[in-house]
């Protein structure tokens, strides 16, 4: 009987001093998914308040910094996020210029600083504060091997920052917002999250079908050349008929 008594107090006692997973009782959550399919994909980020948070910014509007750091796998187009933007999605401020035509073995990775900000109400319990930002692939070199049919491309989860002073967090200088004319001190914080990382299986050719590839090519432009100057040697004869 006695032993019984002590395991149930040492379970007891462990289960007060764990550490609770409820959201309302830590400050900040990430959660990441990957939206459609192909090269052209929507990365949605979901940054938690718990109830802390939510009590300590309560009828002020919060300030959300992410700053991404892109692989040369993926590429922003800025006149997609300017448009993006109009329509009340995140501001974006890139730290490089992007070319979007290049290839992945010919990139660089980017940072981007991607800006949002919440009215916080009381009500909020807790708050959560979605951002979607659309991302690219880019052409990858194709593969050598006939069995690999895609490569995989790892995106590792964002900075978090906010606007305002926090309790044991580490204040870092960012630009104010996507104008870039300012810096201001952001408080940086840290986060609790299921994955480190998002990853997305990325289609290449192969180098056996570069022939056949580059044969369809050929006959497809001579065809559209052909018509096109066929229709051009004889545009009065069309003309006249249309008339």
């Known amino acids: 009987m006695t032993v019984s008594v002590h395991v149930i107090i040492l379970v007891v006692v462990y289960t007060l001093c764990l550490p609770q997973s409820n959201a309302k009782n830590v400050f900040l959550e990430l959660h990441r998914t990957v939206a459609r399919e192909g090269f052209h994909r929507d990365i949605q980020t979901t940054v938690s308040l718990g109830q802390k948070a939510v009590k300590d910014m309560a009828d002020r509007t919060c300030g959300v910094l992410l700053i991404e750091h892109l692989p040369s796998s993926l590429y ?3 006149f997609q996020l300017h ?3 109009q329509f009340g999605g995140p501001q974006v401020l890139l730290a490089s210029p992007v070319d979007i035509e290049a290839p992945e073995y010919l990139s660089a990775p980017i940072d981007l600083y991607v800006y949002t900000s919440v009215v916080i109400d009381k009500s909020s319990d807790p708050l959560d504060i979605t951002i979607s930002l659309p991302v690219h692939v880019r052409y990858h070199q194709p593969s050598s091997s006939p069995e690999v049919n895609d490569v995989l491309v790892t995106l590792y989860h964002p900075r978090v920052l906010l606007n305002f002073t926090v309790p044991d967090s580490r204040v870092t200088e960012a630009p104010c917002d996507a104008f ?3 810096q201001c001190a952001w408080s940086e914080l840290s ?3 299921d994955t480190s990382s998002l990853e997305l299986r990325v289609p290449v050719g192969r180098e056996q079908d570069a022939r056949v590839v580059v044969f369809a090519t050929i006959v497809v432009t001579v065809l559209g050349a052909s018509c096109l100057l066929y229709v051009i040697a004889f545009w009065d ?6 008339k």
Request: hydrophobic fraction near 35%; avoid cysteine.
């Open 76 to 78: 922003v187009d800025p």
């Open 83 to 85: 448009t993006v933007a």
């Open 180 to 182: 870039n004319i300012s």
């Open 191 to 193: 986060y609790r999250s």
């Open 237 to 242: 004869h069309y003309k006249v008929k249309v």
